[in-house]
């Protein structure tokens, strides 16, 4: 629940910093933000009393404290990297550079940056989840201080870390498979060492993933309890996906797409019909997101370059030949060795072990959240302006780090290693994510 939290936390905080900023700033604008924050904490206490069921589990065995040291030492070793390594472009001149402004003007980013004429290089039109969240650290440290600011992103990978390690219990078979994952990730150089959106380079890359990761997760619990309690909490998650990048809407697309699947699937058998009312839940967060950020972007008027051609017929038929280019680039990225090790040709292999397997749910959720977004992402580039080539080197890796982490969790599930739990419930709990 903690994991969950923290992104919930960073997504509500920078939301309220951007509504609440046009009429307060500074440090009205904190402790607004703070009392809220508070009073939906308490809220949340009171709807939920007695349901908790907290209890203190100290690592059982050799192989918890393994873990558990072998957990502490990788963030470790992370945070040590990012105390080596600046920011990459990214990082310094989209995301933290806005952080700056905002700190500079109280909290909130002025509705003159965006028309800025001078200022397209930044992307004003970019979603402000991270450098709002940034500028909150700012604010309360009463200084804008990059070397802080990556510690947020130490809190995204511990969080990705509790996510996997609870997933793996909850949806693995094996207690080996808690260990998959972490492995993979060491190995995969993009996602850690490399400075292109990996967790030292203060893109938005890695944190959209642990995102993306969480929202699948309860997705995926859903589709195996069927619960509708996790509806909302799904829905929140999965609506914030485009507050944090733009690429965000088409994961929550594919999100939604895989949930309504569900929804409509299941009956309330009291009442004899389907439960629509439940699609609000899932729907309406991300909706509120994307139309009033689209809102906000028609009145603010930002100055900045168009990556992309109109989606047409017409342009789709006329760079449609891209589309072998763009399937050797993305095959090519794939078995790049050197920076992913074998993580993707483990993904093909979890793949067909799950459409081999007879769990429906995990068949159907884990490789359609994993292959869907790569797919779409591929074939926007059938409609870029720039050159195909240089596009697809300069932003394709990064966009991988989207699907990596529920990736590593799909080879974590279906890996054939270890020896079978006896009895699955001992190791995970309603709350164990």
């Known amino acids: 629940m903690l994991c969950p939290s923290f992104l919930l936390g960073a997504g509500f905080v920078s939301l309220s910093s951007f509504t609440l900023g046009f009429l307060v700033t500074g440090l009205g604008l904190r402790l607004t933000v703070a009392a809220i924050c508070l009073a939906l904490f308490a809220l949340g206490l009171r709807a939920r009393a007695g349901r908790f069921g ?36 990214d990082g310094l001149f989209n995301w933290e550079f806005k952080a700056r402004i905002a700190f500079l003007n109280g909290g909130a980013i002025p509705l003159s940056f965006y028309s800025d004429p001078t200022r397209p290089w930044t992307h004003p039109e970019y979603p402000l989840l991270l450098p709002l969240t940034e500028a909150w650290l700012y604010g309360w440290m009463g200084r804008a201080d990059q070397e802080m600011a990556q510690i947020l992103f130490l809190i995204f990978f511990v969080a990705a870390l509790g996510l996997l390690h609870a997933s ?18 060491l190995m995969a150089q993009q996602v850690i060492f490399k400075g292109q959106g990996g967790i030292t380079s203060g893109y938005a890359d890695f944190p959209l993933a642990v995102f993306y990761l969480a929202a699948i997760t309860l997705l995926l619990e859903y589709y195996e309890k069927g619960d509708p309690d996790l509806l909302l909490p799904f829905g929140l998650l ?65 100055s900045s370059g168009e990556e992309f051609l109109p989606v047409t017929p017409s342009a789709l038929r006329d760079n449609l030949w891209r589309g072998p280019q763009i399937a050797w680039a993305v095959m090519h990225e794939l078995l790049n060795w050197r920076d992913w090790g074998p993580l993707w040709v483990a993904v093909f292999a979890a793949a067909l072990l799950l459409i081999a397997n007879q769990n429906r749910e995990r068949r159907i959720i884990l490789p359609a959240a994993v292959f869907l977004p790569i797919a779409l992402y591929a074939g926007a580039y059938i409609f870029t302006r720039w050159d195909l080539l240089i596009h697809l080197t300069n932003s394709f890796p990064r966009l991988l780090i989207h699907v990596s982490l529920v990736a590593m969790l799909m080879v974590a599930v279906a890996a054939p290693i270890g020896r079978a739990r006896k009895d699955k419930s001992a190791h995970a709990t309603p709350d164990a994510i």
Request: some cysteine; glycine content about 8%; proline content about 5%.
């Open 168 to 185: 793996a219990l909850r949806f693995g078979t094996r207690r080996a498979h808690v260990w998959v994952a972490p492995a993979l990730m």
């Open 238 to 302: 999965a609506g914030t996906l485009p507050w944090v990048k733009r690429e965000g809407a088409i994961l929550w697309s594919c999100l939604i797409a895989m949930a309504l699947i569900r929804v409509i699937q299941r009956r309330d058998w009291r009442r004899g019909r389907r439960d629509w009312r439940r699609v609000w839940q899932i729907v309406a967060p991300g909706l509120a997101v994307l139309i009033g950020w689209r809102i906000f972007l028609m009145t603010a008027r930002p």
């Open 54 to 89: 907290w209890s203190f589990a100290p690592p059982d065995g050799k192989s918890d404290w393994a873990l558990l040291c072998f957990s502490l030492s990788f963030v470790g070793l992370t945070a040590c990297i990012s105390s080596l390594r600046a920011m990459g472009w």
